[in-house]
């Protein structure tokens, strides 16, 4: 494994270090005043957020900070995969606010860049950038979360439009989406015939759209992130279409390889947690940190943390020297998916009884955060592949064991 970082990599740090700490600490002080933490998401929830994630979002832009991995071209800086990297670790030291577009930073505006026209470029990307239009990723459909190649929406040729029946679920803040990204199934004979990865096609679609019916689903946190989106002979122009027709899967796969880069910072971040609990729990309840059982719980989660940190520090070596096959990949994913719910759950044993009193409440400790965590971040075992699928990729290419 080879740490160091080259001068190059150094100055692009030292030049998002000084952005931060000029422009950071004004806007936590605007914010403060608005019930905001040093976090995007403490008992409010994301939706909550919006409003200060747009803002943080335009400061960044202001400082071409929004989207570093895109090309100069489109407002970025063309960074490495080592630059992505520290920006993810610094943004995670700095505990910075989320952004208003993550989905269009990561993953659309980079599959726009890559497989749209200039007109499509040049219409779509500056609003993601400048967080002036909301974007969504439609591609989960109920018979279609894992094994999204089963997906059955469909939008069949009409003249220059296609028309769209269908149902998607699980849709993140598709109820403030101007556009939403989405696949669509092209040819309804793939499935049937066995080739279900063919025949699908990936489409950019106006929310406004007539028959798209958008309905937020309330969550166990009490919040709305995400939502359920019909589909009744929507007609969408043949000219938002993103790619070539039953090119889909390929348009897909690229978005969602994207979807991991931002795992570099996720070690940095359950640790910044850790230290936060730890205080948190000094000043509310400091007899539980003397019990052995929590001792220990406390000392197997800094060491899974740094495990974790270290795994995303080779994956990022092998990435660098050109090597082919990175478990440590699936493998922090998996790592991030078990400690933030082992961080959740030793919350609320080591806060005592007022660390599950939720927003509200009087003796709620930090606002209830520790409280909605617990229900919250149930998701990451879920989100972006659950266990079981990175344990059988893990089996499958990894470890070669038989089917
Ligand atoms: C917070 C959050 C935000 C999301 N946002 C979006 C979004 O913006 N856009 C979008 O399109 N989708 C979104 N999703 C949906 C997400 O992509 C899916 O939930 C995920 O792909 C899993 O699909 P599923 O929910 O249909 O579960 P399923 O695929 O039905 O899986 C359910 C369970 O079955 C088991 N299982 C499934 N397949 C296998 C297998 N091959 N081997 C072993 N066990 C298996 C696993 O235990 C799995 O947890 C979001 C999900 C969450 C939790």
Known sequence: MDFSWSPEDLAFEAELVAFLDKELPPFIDEWETDGGADDDAPSRGIMGAMAKRQAWQRKLDEGRWA????????????????????????MATYR???????????QIGPAIIDWGTDEQRGRWLPPILDASEHWCQMFSEPQAGSDLANLRTTAILDGDHYVVNGQKVWISSAQIAQWGMCLFRTDPTAIARGRKHEGITMFVVDMETAGIEVRPIREITGDSLFCEVTFHDARIPVAHRLGDENQGWLVSMGALGKERVGSAGQAISMS??????????????????????IRDRVARLHTQIEYT???IARALSKVLRGERGWPEVPLAKLQWGYISLWLAELALD????????????????????????????????IGAGPTEVQKNILADRALKLER
């Open 272 to 293: 910044r947690d850790l230290q936060k609990l730890l205080q948190t729990a000094k000043a509310v309840n400091p007899e539980a940190l003397d019990d052995p059982q």
């Open 350 to 381: 080591v806060l005592g009884p007022t660390g599950a009193l939720t927003k509200g409440a009087v003796e709620a400790v930090d606002g209830g955060v520790w409280a909605r965590n617990y229900v919250w971040q149930r998701y990451t075992t």
């Open 67 to 90: 989207a570093p991995l895109w090309p100069a071209q489109w407002g970025g800086r063309d960074a490495t995969v080592s630059q992505s990297v520290i920006y993810t670790q610094v």
């Open 309 to 311: 940190r270290l795994l």
């Open 96 to 106: 910075t606010p989320g952004i208003y577009n993550a989905n269009g930073i990561v």
